[in-house]
């Protein structure tokens, strides 16, 4: 830390006659900043201040329209940008010291996903979408899926749900700068629902004869909660729909 103690130097000129001249040189400095808890972070950013030692009065201004009059004062640094704090010992005497202070804005947390609703088993493929200021880095990626299943430390990652509900998956990072680290929740999120037992029946039943032609008629009492039903009649025919039209065998088979 530089202070403001007189120093003395010495000049010595050389003539014809020897002098020895002596002058006492007294110089004001700035001094070396006084210190912060922390330098950088994200907002909200609370930050508590040092003098240098043997101050005999506190005056600091905080470039937000703040200043205080304690000898080490904390400060919360509300909205993103850099921050020069200047300490003096008096509102009108000259700055004795500064630091800089960096604060950036919280990281936003998103995440992509494939679909969102389905039957079980459900895979869902994750990607994270995060919104990063210059300066953070991510070091850790938290997943945790909502069915007591989490996930590793990935950008991408899938998850395969396996019993019905409604779940609340969340994605949590860590950062270069503790103050940064957060988490997002996405509240009922991911839908799983199970897929009811199939129930048909024929008429005639059994849907039997002993040669062709044998018309069979379908009857479909699955509960239709928007599933798509796709019937495959077992003699190449094929229908997509609730209940398919009476349909007529003309080869002997099973």
Same mark, same amino acid.
């Given at each position: 830390m530089l202070n403001s103690?007189?120093?003395?130097?010495?000049?010595?000129?050389?003539? /014809? !006659?020897?002098?020895?001249?002596?002058?006492? #040189?007294?110089?004001?400095? #700035?001094?070396?900043?006084?210190?912060?808890?922390? +330098?950088?972070?994200?907002?909200?950013?609370?930050?508590q201040f040092t003098p240098p030692a043997g101050q005999p009065s506190f005056f600091w201004t905080f470039q937000t329209g703040a200043t205080s009059t304690l000898e080490s004062p904390s400060n919360i640094f509300i909205?993103?940008?850099? $921050?020069?704090?200047?300490? /003096?010992?008096?509102?009108?005497?000259? *700055? #004795?010291?500064?630091? %800089? =202070?960096? *604060?950036?804005?919280?990281?936003? =947390?998103?995440?992509?996903?494939?679909? %969102?609703?389905?039957?079980?088993?459900?895979?869902?493929? @994750?990607?994270?979408? #995060?919104?990063?200021?210059?300066? !953070?880095?991510?070091?850790? $990626?938290?997943?945790?899926?909502?069915?007591?299943?989490?996930?590793? +430390?990935?950008?991408?990652?899938?998850? %395969?749900?396996?019993?019905?509900? %409604? @779940?609340?998956? +969340?994605?949590?990072?860590e950062t270069n700068i503790e103050s940064c680290n957060t988490t997002a929740i996405f509240t009922d999120l991911i839908s799983v629902s199970t897929v009811e037992g199939v129930n048909f029946v024929t008429s005639p039943f059994p849907a039997t004869a002993c040669e062709p032609p044998l018309e069979v008629t379908f009857f479909n009492f699955t509960q239709d909660e928007g599933y798509t039903f796709e019937w495959n009649l077992g003699d190449g025919t094929t229908f997509n729909g609730y209940t398919p039209p009476a349909h007529i065998y003309d080869e002997l088979g099973t």
């Open positions: 103690n007189p120093f003395k130097v010495k000049i010595n000129f050389y003539a /014809r !006659l020897f002098l020895t001249l002596s002058l006492i #040189i007294s110089l004001n400095l #700035i001094g070396s900043a006084q210190t912060a808890s922390v +330098s950088e972070g994200c907002a909200p950013l609370e930050v909205n993103p940008g850099t $921050y020069e704090v200047e300490f /003096r010992n008096t509102q009108d005497g000259p *700055v #004795i010291g500064t630091v %800089t =202070i960096q *604060v950036y804005p919280e990281p936003v =947390i998103d995440l992509v996903t494939d679909t %969102t609703e389905g039957c079980t088993p459900l895979l869902i493929n @994750f990607t994270a979408d #995060i919104d990063l200021a210059a300066g !953070l880095e991510i070091n850790e $990626y938290e997943w945790v899926f909502g069915d007591g299943e989490v996930g590793p +430390s990935a950008s991408q990652v899938s998850h %395969t749900y396996t019993n019905a509900g %409604t @779940f609340s998956p +969340s994605l949590g990072i």
